[in-house]
C-alpha cells in the first residue's frame, strides 16, 4: 500500500466530503486532489532523500512524528507543523508553484490548495515515521522506499507531478546547504497565514477544527512557515 493509498484510508469517506466541500466539487474529484498534493509531497520527498544529508535529515524529523495522529489534530498547530515540512520538501516558492499546478489541475482556485497542502503534509510525515520506524528503516532505506513511491502516480496526474517536481528542483537534485531567512512563501501573510494576493480564495468552513476521522480541513489559521532551500540539510525540522 502506497503512503497516498493510506492517506485516503486514514481520511475516510467523512474526510473526503469535507474536502469535497473545501473544494466545492465531488468527493471523486476530491479524491483526485488529495492524490495530486499526497503525490507532490512524497515526491519532494524523494527527490531530497536522493542526497544522503536530505535523506539523514528527513529520516532524523520522522522520529518527532512517530505515533502522532494529525488526522484528528487541531487545524491551526497542524497548518504551522505543515507548513514547516513543505519549507524543507519544497521551499517558499516550490509550494507555490506546486499550489498553482495542482490547482490547474483540479481547476480550483490556487489559495484552495495552499490550504490543503499544509494540512496534508504532516499526515504524510506522521504515516512515512510509522512506517520507517515499524520497518527499522536507515535514511538509505528511507530514499529506496521514497523512490518506490514515484510510479504510484500513473497517466496524466504523473505526468504532472514529474513536470512539477522537474521545475522545482531543476531537474536534479538541490545542493545542500543552511536554511533560508526565515519567512513566508509570498502571497502568504506573516501575521494570519492568509493570502495577500496571489495564491489566495475565499475561505471555507469555521475557523478552526479536526481533520480526516473525526472531520476534514476546515480550517485556515496558519502560522509561520519556514522556507528553506529544496533538499536543504537542517536538522531544525
Known sequence: MTLTDELLTELGDSGLEQIAGMLSTDTTMARDVVE????????????????PDGADALRAALDDHVDTDPFTGDVASLTRDGHNILGHVLGGQGT??????????????????????????????SLLADR???????????????????????????????????????????AQG???ESRPPSGISPDTGRGTGRGTGPDAGPDAGTVGRRGAPDGHEEGDPHEVAPGTSNPDW
Do not use: K, W
Open 178 to 180: 543552511g536554511p533560508y
Open 36 to 51: 495530486a498534493v499526497s503525490g507532490v509531497i512524497v515526491g519532494g520527498m524523494a527527490r531530497n532523500a536522493r542526497h
Open 96 to 125: 507555490e508553484e506546486a499550489a498553482d499546478a495542482l490547482a490547474r489541475f483540479a481547476g480550483v482556485d490556487p489559495g484552495i490548495i495552499m490550504r490543503l497542502l499544509p494540512l496534508v503534509a504532516p499526515m504524510i510525515m
Open 132 to 174: 520507517a520506524e515499524s520497518r527499522g528503516m536507515n535514511a538509505g532505506a528511507l530514499a529506496d522506499d521514497l523512490d518506490r513511491e514515484q510510479p504510484a502516480c500513473p497517466g496524466e496526474l504523473g505526468e504532472l507531478l514529474q513536470g512539477l517536481l522537474d521545475a522545482v528542483f531543476g531537474g536534479g537534485v538541490p
